[in-house]
């Protein structure tokens, strides 16, 4: 009987769960833990958690963090906050009727030089009007790119959680009109879209496969077509032994026997026949016999009977 033979596999690789570490602002708290191969594989990735979670406070079960891992250093990986978003089921609570809802999106730069987009929902005390809502939202905006300015991402966290950013900003747009509560639906850290495609525009592999195609093997075979054997044949063309047989057919024999018919015994025949006597006999014979002619016509006969009456 044939022995059985172990198939090869190839052995699993095992993944391992390593630690996640908030940063400074939640006093660098381990706040989850991922599974990889590699601690290297990491990076880039994004890990959510309740704030409940990392501040012990149940105020705040309603809203989500989003981290981003940005560095790894031994057996731990460190991440940044990324956004900060609150549950729609908390601001269904919060809006009642009579009143009216006003949404605000506004791109922001803080005081670090980060850019960012915060959502903002102002909840009026009263239904108002079109004019008065458009008031409210031109005045929210303002005074939202104002506070940001003085502030960096971090503190504004901050001043979320503990809801100071929307204390004072409520006190900021009452002036205008009386607001019942603001809320900060959603903020998200974002990079500069304007400056991204023109800084990969120069660098993209587009542009290096333009430059490339200068120094590229095609364009070197172009080039050497000029001096390529193809060219050289086409040159060679004019100096070949098939121009050379046509150069030699002037000179050949067919064309010399065409000249020398022109110098021939024939050709000198026909010549001496137009002065020879037997070419003057018979021109004096065609006159003889035209002036005979003229003679026995019936108008030389009234010429003559015309000359006898007179």
């Known amino acids: 009987m044939a022995k059985r033979t172990k198939s090869g596999k190839d052995k699993k690789v095992h993944k391992k769960w390593y630690p996640v570490i908030a940063p400074a602002m939640f006093k660098e708290q381990v706040i989850g833990e991922m599974p990889a191969t590699d601690i290297s594989k990491l990076l880039k990735r994004n890990i959510s958690i309740n704030l409940m979670s990392a501040t012990r406070d149940f105020r705040h079960q309603d809203t989500t963090l989003k981290f981003l891992i940005n560095s790894v250093s031994g057996q731990t990986a460190q991440a940044s906050l990324v956004s900060y978003t609150l549950s729609p089921s908390s601001m269904k609570r919060m809006i009642r009727r009579r009143t009216d809802r006003i949404d605000v999106r506004v791109d922001v730069k803080t005081k670090s ?3 960012a987009v915060i959502k903002v929902v102002l909840v009026t005390l009263n239904n108002t009007v079109a004019g008065v809502r458009t008031k409210i939202r031109n005045k929210a905006i303002t ?15 901050q001043q979320l959680t503990r809801n100071k950013f929307q204390k004072e900003l409520k006190s900021l747009v009452t002036k205008v009109y009386p ?24 660098g ?12 590229s093997p095609k ?4 080039k050497s ?5 193809k060219s050289e044949e086409k040159k060679s063309e ?14 050949s024999p067919k064309s010399e026997e065409k000249k020398s018919e022109v110098g021939s015994p024939k050709s000198e025949e026909k010549k ?39």
């Open 113 to 115: 030089g980060l850019d």
């Open 143 to 157: 005074e939202v790119k104002e506070l940001c300015k003085k502030i960096s991402f971090v503190e504004l966290v």
């Open 179 to 202: 607001v019942r509560y603001i809320i900060i639906k959603k903020y998200t850290l974002v990079a500069d879209p304007k400056e991204e495609p023109v800084q990969s525009e120069v």
């Open 204 to 215: 993209s592999p587009k542009s290096e496969e333009k430059k490339s195609e200068v120094g």
């Open 219 to 222: 364009s070197e075979e172009k």
């Open 225 to 229: 077509e000029v001096g390529s054997p």
């Open 238 to 251: 004019v100096g070949s032994p098939k121009s050379e047989e046509k150069k030699s057919e002037v000179g």
């Open 272 to 310: 001496s026949e137009v002065g020879s006597p037997k070419s003057e006999e018979k021109a004096e014979a065609k006159e003889s016999e035209e002036k005979k002619s003229e003679v026995e016509s019936p108008k030389s006969e009234e010429k003559a009977e015309n000359l006898a009456k007179e």
